[in-house]
């Protein structure tokens, strides 16, 4: 049973304007929010973070935002520009007790057209 | 720095063979982790270690071995390859499991088993 789900396999936004990403959780323990980014070939790459005790962090162009009673989050991309183009996995974590494993979702392929 | 490095890159085995992934990395971090990635999947832990001669089960640990001789290096191990193990390897490292820790993944593996 997938803990993390993504379940838009892809997304295809016009460069300028507003990309969201969205990931639904289903276990109730996972207190920390991870999205990372991956180019073809490539490992992927940390992107920005939340804390369950958040509920929105922001870093320049990226925000994510939580919803922890839909148990739900979202990241906002604005303004989105080509090099975005890649695949972003929503990852979530139980810092008190799993060692720092992260479970995945399956990823949202984001394609910026210019 | 070289950050998280893996050899080989890509890899062809016929079942029944065996092999051994490297990673290796120069950012003296405690943890390392092991992930798969399949088609359409999201990356799933396959060992870890918290420390020098330590490892654990991740959430795919079978027909898989780890090591973990040296701070630097996790070795990932198949005794005897299937079809089913055909995958991206990606190999990860962290300097704790404190949240905003984050895991820096190296490049991939590429192992298609015959």
């Known amino acids: 049973d997938q803990q993390v789900k993504q379940n838009s396999p892809s997304l295809s936004v016009q460069e300028g304007r507003i990309s969201i990403l969205n990931c639904d959780y289903t276990?109730?323990?996972?207190?920390?929010f991870l999205w990372y980014k991956k180019y073809p070939a490539e490992g992927p790459t940390f992107l920005i973070s939340?804390?369950?005790?958040?509920d929105k962090n922001e870093d320049g162009r990226f925000t994510v935002f939580l919803n922890k009673s839909a148990k739900h989050l979202s990241l906002h991309i604005v303004p989105s520009q080509p090099g975005d183009s890649a695949v972003y996995f929503c990852?979530?974590?139980?810092?008190?007790?799993?060692?720092?494993?992260?479970?995945f979702g399956k990823g949202t392929k984001l394609s910026v057209k210019p | 720095n070289a950050g998280v490095t893996q050899t080989p890159k890509f890899r062809v085995l016929k079942t029944g063979q065996s092999m051994t992934l490297l990673c290796a990395q120069d950012?003296?971090?405690?943890?390392m982790y092991w992930y798969r990635q399949d088609p359409g999947m999201g990356l799933r832990l396959i060992h870890y270690?918290?420390?020098?001669?330590?490892?654990a089960k991740g959430e795919v640990p079978d027909g898989y071995n780890v090591s973990r001789l040296k701070k630097q290096n996790f070795l990932l191990g198949l005794e005897s390859a299937a079809p089913s193990q055909t995958s991206v390897y990606f190999c990860?490292?962290?300097?704790?499991?404190?949240?905003?820790?984050?895991?820096?993944f190296g490049p991939g593996t590429r192992l298609t088993v015959l």
């Open positions: 270690s918290v420390g020098e001669g330590t490892t």
């Open positions: 990860a490292s962290s300097y704790s499991i404190a949240a905003g820790s984050e895991q820096f």
């Open positions: 939340i804390s369950s005790i958040k």
């Open positions: 990852a979530a974590m139980n810092y008190g007790g799993s060692q720092g494993n992260l479970i």
């Open positions: 276990n109730s323990m996972f207190d920390y």
């Open positions: 950012m003296n971090h405690e943890y």
